[in-house]
C-alpha cells in the first residue's frame, strides 16, 4: 500500500518520506542500541559494585570462622582431652583438666557460646549423659567423619531451648594421640551475632535484602526482621548450581537483580537482591535526552528534506515540461544551469538527445523520401521476367540452328540460373539443400566452359544432407569466391571441392579449392562488421556468415580454414535440431 502511494507521488515527496524513514531508523536503530548498552553497563556496574560488597563481607566472616576452626583444632587435639577418651572411667581430675581445656575455647572466642565433648556414643563433658546419636543423624555424622578432621558446620541448633536465642552447631573429630583412629567428637555451639553483625552491617536501599542460607537453605541471618521462609526458600532454589553468579529475577510482577557468592570453608551462600527499579532509574535521564535529540533530529532532518526537495524537483519539473512539449512534436529545448551539477549533466544530456532526434529525423525524412525515388525508379525499369527467358530461349535455338551446342548449353544454364535467382521460395527464404547444388552446379559448368581442363570439380553429398532445408543463394557466393579469387590464379590444375555430411549435432557442409589462399589478416577481416570492400573477397562470405547467424541463431556458424599458396576451405555448420532445416 505505501509503496502504490510513492509510486504515484513526486520526486519532492520520495525525497521527504525516503529522508524521513532514514532519520527515524537510524535514531531509532541508534537510541535503542544505546539505551540497551548503557543498559547493560550500569547493570554490570551494580553487579560488580553488589560482588565486591559480598565479597568483603564474606571475607570477614570467613575470618572469623577460621578463627574458630583453628580454635577447635586445638582443642580436639588437646591430650588431656585425647587421655580421658583413650581411657576407661575418667577420674575427676581427669574430667576437671577436660573441663579445663573446654572453658579456655569459650575464654579465647567470644562468639563459641558452649561445647560439648563426646565419646563414640555417650558425652564426656558436661556430664549431661546424652549421646552423639541422639545429637546428630547417621547422615550428618557420616559428613563429619569424611570431613578430614575439619570442622563441620551443622546448622542451627537450640541448645538453650528457646526460639529467640538458635545457634549455629559445628563439629569436628577427635582423633587418638597414638594414631588417627577417631575416638570422639568436639560440638561447639556459635553465638549468631556472628553473622548478624555482617548482614546488619550492610547499608541497603529501600527494598533491598540480603541474606545467608547454609548448604541446605536454611536461612542463617536475614535484614528482614521477620523474614517469610517459604519466600526465602524460593530465593535459595533460584540459585544456580554455580558457586557465584548475578541474574535478574521477577517476583511478584516485580524484578529484583539477584548477586549471590559461596562462602568456600561452609559452603553457605550470601545472596545480595536489589530492586531493578533502581538499575533502570538512571536510565530514565538517558531515554528522555534520547527523546530529545530524537525529536530535534526529525525535525531538522524534515526541513533539510524540504529545502533539498525542492533544489532538486525544481530542474526536475522544467525538463518533465520540456519532455512533454517534445511529445506533442516541439524538438526544442534551452537548458537552465543549476548547483546540483547532477541536474546540469542530465539537462545536457537531454538537449543533446534533442538535437540528435532532429537530426535523425531529418536523416529519416531524407531517407524515404530516397525510397520513394527509388522505388518509382524500379517501377519504371522493371523488366518482364518471361520476355527475358523467351529471348534467351530464342538465341538458343538461333544458336542450335547454327550447330552451336556449346553455346546453347551456356545460355541453357544462364536461363536456369535466372529463374532460379528471381523465383519463388518458402516464406522463410529457404530452398532444399538439393536446389542449391544444382545451381552451384550450373555456375560451375559455365566457369568450367571459361577454363577448360584447369578447373576440376568434385562433389559428395550424403542423401540425408540433401533434403535440409538452408537460405537461397547460400553456396554460390562460397562457390564463386574459391573461383574467383583463388583458382583463377593458379598456373597449375585448379581443384574444388564440395562436401556435404552430417557431424554429431550439425550438418557440415564444406567448400574447398587448392588456390592461392589467404592470410590470417584477410581471414579475420572478413569476420569483421564492414569488410574490406577493395578486396572484393569478403562482402560475400560475410553475407554468408550473417545469413546464416539471423537465420539459425548462435548455433550455426562459419570457419574459414587458409593459408597462402595452399588453398581455403569454407565450412558451414547448419544445426540439426531445428524446424527449419528439416522443412518444418
Same mark, same amino acid.
Given at each position: 500500500m505505501f509503496r502504490s502511494f510513492l509510486q504515484s507521488r513526486s520526486i519532492q515527496t520520495h525525497i521527504f518520506w525516503g529522508m524521513l524513514a532514514v532519520i527515524l531508523f537510524i535514531v531509532g536503530t541508534t537510541g535503542a542500541f544505546s539505551y540497551i548498552q548503557v543498559q547493560k553497563i550500569i547493570q554490570k556496574t551494580t553487579s560488580r559494585y553488589a560482588n565486591e560488597t559480598i565479597r568483603q563481607a564474606l571475607g570477614r566472616l570467613e575470618s572469623?570462622?577460621?578463627?574458630?576452626?583453628?580454635?577447635?583444632?586445638?582443642?580436639?587435639? +588437646?591430650?588431656?582431652i585425647q587421655r580421658a577418651l583413650e581411657g576407661g572411667s575418667p577420674s575427676n581430675e581427669v574430667l576437671a583438666q577436660v573441663r579445663e581445656a573446654v572453658t579456655n575455647l569459650n575464654l579465647q572466642s567470644p562468639y563459641v557460646q558452649y561445647a560439648e565433648v563426646y565419646h563414640q556414643q555417650n558425652i564426656l563433658y558436661p556430664f549431661l549423659g546424652q549421646s552423639i546419636d541422639k545429637l546428630l543423624t547417621e547422615q550428618q555424622l557420616g559428613e563429619v567423619d569424611r570431613n578430614n578432621g575439619k570442622l563441620t558446620w551443622i546448622g542451627y541448633q537450640d541448645v538453650f531451648q528457646s526460639s529467640d536465642l538458635p545457634s549455629i552447631m559445628a563439629v569436628t573429630p577427635i582423633e587418638g594421640s597414638y594414631d588417627t583412629k577417631r575416638i570422639g567428637y568436639l560440638v561447639v555451639y556459635i553465638s549468631p551475632a556472628l553473622i548478624n553483625i555482617m548482614v546488619k552491617d550492610f547499608q541497603l536501599s529501600q527494598g533491598s535484602t540480603i541474606d545467608l542460607f547454609d548448604q541446605k537453605g536454611q536461612v542463617l541471618s536475614s535484614s528482614d526482621n521477620e523474614p517469610d521462609e517459604a519466600k526465602k526458600l524460593e530465593i535459595y532454589q533460584s540459585l544456580s548450581g554455580s558457586k557465584n553468579g548475578s541474574f535478574i529475577r521477577k517476583v511478584d510482577g516485580g524484578s529484583f537483580l539477584l548477586n549471590y557468592q559461596t562462602l568456600s570453608l561452609?559452603?553457605? #551462600?550470601?545472596? =545480595?537482591?536489589?530492586? =531493578?527499579?533502581?538499575?533502570? +532509574? &538512571?536510565?530514565?535521564n538517558i531515554r528522555r535526552n534520547f527523546i530529545i535529540a530524537g525529536i530535534g533530529g526529525v525535525i531538522m532532518t524534515l526541513l533539510l528534506s524540504i529545502l533539498l526537495a525542492k533544489t532538486i524537483s525544481g530542474p526536475v519539473i522544467n525538463l518533465v515540461m520540456e519532455m512533454r512539449e517534445a511529445r506533442r512534436g516541439k524538438m526544442s529545448f534551452s537548458p537552465v544551469r543549476t548547483s546540483n551539477l547532477e541536474m546540469n549533466e542530465l539537462s545536457r544530456n537531454y538537449q543533446k538527445m534533442v538535437n540528435e532526434l532532429n537530426e535523425w529525423i531529418e536523416k529519416v525524412y531524407q531517407a524515404q523520401l530516397l525510397k520513394n525515388q527509388a522505388e518509382k525508379k524500379? %517501377?519504371?525499369?522493371?523488366?518482364?521476367?518471361?520476355f527475358l527467358y523467351n529471348t534467351l530461349d530464342t538465341i538458343r535455338w538461333l544458336l542450335i540452328l547454327k550447330d552451336e551446342d556449346e553455346i546453347s548449353n551456356l545460355i541453357v544454364d544462364l536461363s536456369k540460373i535466372l529463374r532460379y535467382t528471381i523465383g519463388k521460395d518458402d516464406h522463410n527464404g529457404l530452398v532444399p539443400l538439393m536446389d542449391e547444388i544444382e545451381q552451384v552446379t550450373r555456375y560451375l559448368s559455365i566457369q568450367k566452359t571459361r577454363f577448360s581442363d584447369k578447373l576440376t570439380i568434385s562433389c559428395h553429398v550424403e542423401d540425408e544432407v540433401r533434403q535440409i532445408r538452408i537460405p537461397k543463394l547460400l553456396l554460390q557466393p562460397v562457390v564463386e569466391n574459391a573461383v574467383l579469387h583463388g583458382i583463377e590464379g593458379l598456373e597449375d590444375q585448379g581443384v574444388l571441392q564440395i562436401r556435404g555430411y552430417k557431424d554429431k549435432n550439425y550438418y557440415r557442409l564444406e567448400i574447398e579449392d587448392n588456390g592461392t589462399g589467404m592470410s590470417r589478416e584477410q581471414v579475420d577481416t572478413i569476420f #569483421? &562488421?564492414?569488410? +574490406?570492400?577493395?578486396?572484393?573477397?569478403g562482402i560475400g562470405l560475410r553475407n554468408v556468415y550473417d545469413r546464416i547467424k %539471423?537465420?539459425?541463431? &548462435?548455433?550455426?556458424d562459419m570457419r574459414i580454414?587458409?593459408?597462402?599458396?595452399r588453398g581455403t576451405k569454407v565450412t558451414l555448420y547448419i544445426p540439426e535440431e531445428t524446424s527449419i532445416t528439416k522443412g518444418a
Amino acid at each position: 500500500m505505501f509503496r502504490s502511494f510513492l509510486q504515484s507521488r513526486s520526486i519532492q515527496t520520495h525525497i521527504f518520506w525516503g529522508m524521513l524513514a532514514v532519520i527515524l531508523f537510524i535514531v531509532g536503530t541508534t537510541g535503542a542500541f544505546s539505551y540497551i548498552q548503557v543498559q547493560k553497563i550500569i547493570q554490570k556496574t551494580t553487579s560488580r559494585y553488589a560482588n565486591e560488597t559480598i565479597r568483603q563481607a564474606l571475607g570477614r566472616l570467613e575470618s572469623s570462622l577460621n578463627e574458630i576452626e583453628r580454635l577447635t583444632q586445638v582443642v580436639s587435639r +588437646d591430650t588431656r582431652i585425647q587421655r580421658a577418651l583413650e581411657g576407661g572411667s575418667p577420674s575427676n581430675e581427669v574430667l576437671a583438666q577436660v573441663r579445663e581445656a573446654v572453658t579456655n575455647l569459650n575464654l579465647q572466642s567470644p562468639y563459641v557460646q558452649y561445647a560439648e565433648v563426646y565419646h563414640q556414643q555417650n558425652i564426656l563433658y558436661p556430664f549431661l549423659g546424652q549421646s552423639i546419636d541422639k545429637l546428630l543423624t547417621e547422615q550428618q555424622l557420616g559428613e563429619v567423619d569424611r570431613n578430614n578432621g575439619k570442622l563441620t558446620w551443622i546448622g542451627y541448633q537450640d541448645v538453650f531451648q528457646s526460639s529467640d536465642l538458635p545457634s549455629i552447631m559445628a563439629v569436628t573429630p577427635i582423633e587418638g594421640s597414638y594414631d588417627t583412629k577417631r575416638i570422639g567428637y568436639l560440638v561447639v555451639y556459635i553465638s549468631p551475632a556472628l553473622i548478624n553483625i555482617m548482614v546488619k552491617d550492610f547499608q541497603l536501599s529501600q527494598g533491598s535484602t540480603i541474606d545467608l542460607f547454609d548448604q541446605k537453605g536454611q536461612v542463617l541471618s536475614s535484614s528482614d526482621n521477620e523474614p517469610d521462609e517459604a519466600k526465602k526458600l524460593e530465593i535459595y532454589q533460584s540459585l544456580s548450581g554455580s558457586k557465584n553468579g548475578s541474574f535478574i529475577r521477577k517476583v511478584d510482577g516485580g524484578s529484583f537483580l539477584l548477586n549471590y557468592q559461596t562462602l568456600s570453608l561452609t559452603n553457605w #551462600k550470601l545472596v =545480595y537482591q536489589i530492586p =531493578y527499579s533502581e538499575v533502570v +532509574d &538512571p536510565l530514565l535521564n538517558i531515554r528522555r535526552n534520547f527523546i530529545i535529540a530524537g525529536i530535534g533530529g526529525v525535525i531538522m532532518t524534515l526541513l533539510l528534506s524540504i529545502l533539498l526537495a525542492k533544489t532538486i524537483s525544481g530542474p526536475v519539473i522544467n525538463l518533465v515540461m520540456e519532455m512533454r512539449e517534445a511529445r506533442r512534436g516541439k524538438m526544442s529545448f534551452s537548458p537552465v544551469r543549476t548547483s546540483n551539477l547532477e541536474m546540469n549533466e542530465l539537462s545536457r544530456n537531454y538537449q543533446k538527445m534533442v538535437n540528435e532526434l532532429n537530426e535523425w529525423i531529418e536523416k529519416v525524412y531524407q531517407a524515404q523520401l530516397l525510397k520513394n525515388q527509388a522505388e518509382k525508379k524500379a %517501377l519504371q525499369a522493371q523488366i518482364n521476367p518471361h520476355f527475358l527467358y523467351n529471348t534467351l530461349d530464342t538465341i538458343r535455338w538461333l544458336l542450335i540452328l547454327k550447330d552451336e551446342d556449346e553455346i546453347s548449353n551456356l545460355i541453357v544454364d544462364l536461363s536456369k540460373i535466372l529463374r532460379y535467382t528471381i523465383g519463388k521460395d518458402d516464406h522463410n527464404g529457404l530452398v532444399p539443400l538439393m536446389d542449391e547444388i544444382e545451381q552451384v552446379t550450373r555456375y560451375l559448368s559455365i566457369q568450367k566452359t571459361r577454363f577448360s581442363d584447369k578447373l576440376t570439380i568434385s562433389c559428395h553429398v550424403e542423401d540425408e544432407v540433401r533434403q535440409i532445408r538452408i537460405p537461397k543463394l547460400l553456396l554460390q557466393p562460397v562457390v564463386e569466391n574459391a573461383v574467383l579469387h583463388g583458382i583463377e590464379g593458379l598456373e597449375d590444375q585448379g581443384v574444388l571441392q564440395i562436401r556435404g555430411y552430417k557431424d554429431k549435432n550439425y550438418y557440415r557442409l564444406e567448400i574447398e579449392d587448392n588456390g592461392t589462399g589467404m592470410s590470417r589478416e584477410q581471414v579475420d577481416t572478413i569476420f #569483421k &562488421p564492414n569488410p +574490406d570492400s577493395e578486396t572484393g573477397t569478403g562482402i560475400g562470405l560475410r553475407n554468408v556468415y550473417d545469413r546464416i547467424k %539471423l537465420v539459425f541463431g &548462435p548455433s550455426g556458424d562459419m570457419r574459414i580454414e587458409s593459408e597462402p599458396g595452399r588453398g581455403t576451405k569454407v565450412t558451414l555448420y547448419i544445426p540439426e535440431e531445428t524446424s527449419i532445416t528439416k522443412g518444418a
